[in-house]
């Protein structure tokens, strides 16, 4: 890739419909945060687009599936894939609850405890985005830092608050 392609392999945006719901002003934050971190550095191509970007991602969902759809930064459309959220959902679920002991232990446990906490958190994260990148292989071409952003924001669209 040049790096003219390079610097247009990206997003610029990213929108969540309506679907999506609101949440707490906890939650809401926590997802504007995520969007800022995805924005702010990621690598996105979708596969066999030759138009190029920067593009545009409005995440939305519909019967247990997440929705991707891609447009360009004039908002011409480039393509929509749909995922199955039901791979992410012990991830998820287990993400959570390694999060929960992980702030219940910053307020009362050892620092070797904590840090054992983290390892784990940190490698369950790793495993969804593993997970999601395997997902998107085909349609979506994303570095693996991207992939970590993104499932976060995946997370936090499942986190009700």
């Not at 191509?45 to 997440?66: C, H, I, M, Q, T």
Request: net charge negative; aromatic share 8%.
């Amino acid at each position: 890739m040049s790096g003219a392609e390079a610097t247009n392999a990206r997003l610029i945006d990213v929108e969540l419909d309506e679907t999506i719901g609101r949440s707490t002003p906890d939650v809401e934050h926590e997802r504007a945060v995520a969007i800022f971190d995805l924005i702010e550095e990621n690598s996105f191509r979708p596969v066999n687009d030759d138009g190029g970007g920067p593009y545009k991602l409005k995440l939305s969902l519909a019967e247990s599936r997440l929705i991707f759809a891609i447009s360009r930064q004039d908002g011409s459309d480039v393509v929509a894939h749909i995922l199955s959220l039901t791979p992410f959902r012990r991830i998820v679920k287990d993400y959570y609850l390694i999060c929960e002991s992980y702030y219940d232990a910053i307020r009362s446990s050892t620092p070797s405890h904590i840090e054992a906490i983290d390892m784990g958190r940190r490698g369950l994260h790793n495993e969804g985005s593993q997970t999601l990148m395997d997902r998107l292989t085909g349609k979506i071409e994303i570095d693996f830092d991207t992939a970590r952003r993104l499932f976060t924001l995946v997370c936090v669209l499942h986190w009700r608050g």
